[in-house]
């Protein structure tokens, strides 16, 4: 099971708003350039975003977009759904079609998928963005310790072979 670009570009351009909006509104050239993501291709989730009630846009001088709620308010799915993903693993399950297979009412196998669906729909309405961004702190973190410890076992390990 894969994730287009529609659902991964937007929660990345999701986490770079909420990384970058605290001091005011986002031009989506900034986003496109750090996230590197095709402004044409921003454009069209952002409007897609905005409709959802994610973001909102500000136009002029110094405008972008800016998080209509707080990173803790947006989950995961929200983003992926307001772009037009669906969270269903095979299209028999997705509840928006009408199931265009026969087999539809004697199929096993499709209760399999509609479970697997429903999991995956509850583990990313369980995750915001607020906990991207508390994720990036504790790896930010973690890394910039560890980077000096392992450059004082290589300066101890080169001692010791002098």
């Known amino acids: 099971m894969r994730l287009s670009t529609k659902g991964q570009y937007g929660v990345r ?43 909102e846009s500000v136009r002029g001088p110094g405008g972008g977009y800016l998080l209509r709620k707080r990173p803790k308010e947006i989950r995961i799915s929200d983003i992926i759904r307001a772009v037009e993903e669906s969270l269903a693993p095979i299209s028999c399950i997705e509840p ?16 399999l998928w509609k479970r697997l669906g429903e999991r995956i729909t509850q583990f990313l309405d369980s995750n915001t963005l607020d906990d991207l961004l508390q994720t990036r702190k504790r790896e930010y973190t973690r890394i910039t310790t560890a980077k000096p410890q392992k450059e004082n076992e290589r300066r101890k390990e080169k001692q010791g072979h002098e």
Do not use: T, W
């Open 13 to 55: 351009a999701m986490f770079d708003l909420a990384s970058y909006s605290q001091n005011g509104p986002v031009p989506l050239k900034q986003i496109s350039e750090r996230e590197e993501i095709s402004l044409n291709y921003l454009e069209q989730l952002f409007l897609k975003l905005r409709k959802a009630g994610l973001v």
């Open 96 to 111: 928006k079609k009408k199931p265009k297979c026969h087999r539809i009412d004697v199929c096993i196998p499709r209760l």
